[in-house]
């Protein structure tokens, strides 16, 4: 029993391994009996048998128990070949690989942002406003045109944390809750292009508001969930990265085509909003709101409509539904609900949904700091989510036009439009390498050394407004052509990545809106003060205003990639139910993350790449986890007995 006890504290990465094959057949019979229907004291019917068959669930579950191991489809009774087959693809699978409704639901995201950002100059000049381009001014106009700008993000990340996980849960599912967001945002869309005053527009915004932050808290769980765990990756970044660079780059298009009919350039996001609204009606929701209201029959046809097979269906379902009722049960466990003597109670009760019912709103909020996983999981989301602000990449997109016409000279409107529209497709472009990279080396990867670029191409960019004239142009467009590149390919698509899936289950909906809630925050805060810090860092000489701003997020950069370094851990080879296995472990202490980031870590990357000690050290990169080990030790230890 000690061994058991042991491996239940360790919350080790999936937590069927610990059933035997035996223990695992008697649960699938107990589960399905369920749905058994009497008549006259007799079985008549089973409501679950016409969906998918006891025998298959039963396979299913088994390559749950191990889905790691290769030869686990074969050595499972009953498996046929085209099963086995359809398993061992799975490993190969690409983005190609899905579903139509999945790929529909991928590319949803529209313009918001550059509507956002090129229509600013045209309605506060036709309301009276200062000139937005002039940021040496203060005052009311200028504050007000950073307050409307940024209303949609500061108001936003409010309202968002509050409602998301309200909103999904009485809309019945992921889905439903994102096409009440795409409602909200065509009628700001339509009702900012009629705006008669500016009182009119705030009031679109914050209608607005209320669909930028479901969106952005939903879109990235939908994705991680109704994916594979190999691909996993490429479809967050193609959920979000992709769309919002493309969804940036047809707004500069459209933009130039509309120029200067700033009314038509903030109705245009209406039109994806629609095409948004008919795929998400076709789309297959998440799973995974149905499996927390006990509703598995509907789970697994959702299942069914993203997998290829039955068997693959029920091994994610059977793998969803224990770890959901596993972690509950820890938590229960930990604060003496259970005896800890007591048999294990998740395999044959829901002790989710019974526990759900009794939770208030501000509980499971309460809860994402509270619980050890859940605490470690938010450090790891919420760096990210903050550094990916402080890089300027906003300072850049909302103000790209006043920008690009500083550094050229100008005052020509359209040719700073034409500036921003490269920087808008260059960003499309260097997204692509990280859709390639960020399963195959991970998202840590990529971050690490997207903060570095980031910085140093930041220093490059601050120091070129002190060049004249054309020099002044070629050397701020270098620059953020390399900012741009190193942005692309980690700092902008992995914190979203990131917070889609570091969870556990029973919190994700809230702990995604949480990282929401700190990167809108802090982008509304940018895009407010941005004019006023800008004029404040150029007082002395007012020419010089910008430098002084992009070395201070240079050296905000530059503190988020220390933070990055020694917080966020490695996420890229767990499954999305395995997360636990990562975050059991402490983040300080003498095993803890920040400790063997310090001391293990450091020293390898020095003796590695330092130019003068290269290839002095050899040895093997040092690892956070063991799995083959870990995993080997665990099957021992639950070979000792039952749980």
Known sequence: MAANQQIIERLVDNCLIRRSENEIEQDVRNFYSRYDEYSGGQVVRNKMDPVVPEAVLLRGALVARDPGNNQTAYTVNG????????????????????????????????????????????????????????????????????????????IGSV?????????????????????????????????????????????????????????????????AEASLDGPRGKI??????????????????????????????????????????????????????????????????????LRNTDIQACRDLWRGRAQLQYETEM???????????????????????????????????????????????????????????????????????????????????????????????????????????????????LLLPSLLGVTISLLGLAFCFYARGSLRTGLVTFFIVVFTFFYSIGCGPIPFTLSAEVFPLATRSRGISFGVFLNFFFLGLLILFVPELTYRFGRKNPDYGR?????????????SLFLSFIFVRATARPKLVEMAYIFDKPTLGPSGHVRFQLTEQLPWLANRYLPWRWRQNDDDKPQFVSWSQEREEEMRQAANGPA
Request: hydrophobic residues 45%; aromatic residues 14%.
């Open 547 to 559: 430098t002084n701003l992009l070395c201070f997020f240079a050296g905000l950069s530059a503190i």
């Open 79 to 154: 498996m046929t070949d085209a099963e086995a087959a359809a398993l061992a693809a799975e490993n190969k699978a690409g983005f190609g690989d899905f579903t139509w409704g999945l790929k529909a639901l991928i590319f949803l995201r529209g313009w918001t942002q550059s509507s956002i950002n090129t229509g600013g100059p045209g309605w506060s000049d036709e309301f009276g406003l200062i000139d937005p381009d002039n940021l040496n001014l203060l005052g009311r106009g200028t504050l007000y045109f950073g307050f409307i700008q940024s209303a949609p993000f500061l």
């Open 331 to 445: 938590e229960l466990r930990r604060h003496g609900n259970i005896p800890e003597n007591a048999p294990a109670r998740w395999p044959r009760e829901e002790l989710y949904q019974a526990e759900r019912d009794r939770t208030f709103w501000f509980q499971g909020m309460f809860d994402l700091f509270r619980l050890p996983y859940s605490r470690r999981a938010c450090l790891t989301a919420a760096i990210p989510m903050v550094a990916q602000i402080f890089t300027a990449v906003n300072v850049i997109a909302f103000y790209s036009s006043t920008l690009f016409k500083e550094s050229s000279g100008s005052p020509d409107s359209k040719k700073a439009t034409w500036l921003g529209f490269g920087f808008g497709i260059s960003n499309v472009i260097f997204t692509i390498p990280a859709f390639f990279y960020v399963d195959k080396k991970g998202r840590r990867y």
């Open 236 to 305: 967050l970044i193609g959920s979000w990265q992709f769309c919002d660079t493309i969804g940036i780059f047809l707004g500069f298009c459209f933009h130039l085509a509309t120029f200067p009919n700033w009314r038509a350039t903030t109705a245009a996001p209406a039109i994806p909003t629609i095409i948004f609204l008919i795929l998400a009606y076709l789309a297959p929701d998440s799973p995974q709101p149905s499996i927390q209201k006990g509703d598995y029959i509907q789970a697994f046809k959702i299942f069914r409509r």
């Open 159 to 223: 309202l968002g944390l509050i409602i998301n996980d309200l909103l999904q849960y009485y809309a019945d599912g992921r889905r439903p809750a994102l096409a009440i967001a795409g409602l909200f945002s065509l009628a700001s869309f339509i009702g900012s292009s009629y705006s008669r005053n500016t009182s009119d527009l705030l009031a679109c915004r914050l209608v607005l508001a209320i669909g930028v932050a479901t969106k952005a808290s939903i879109a990235p769980i939908l994705a």
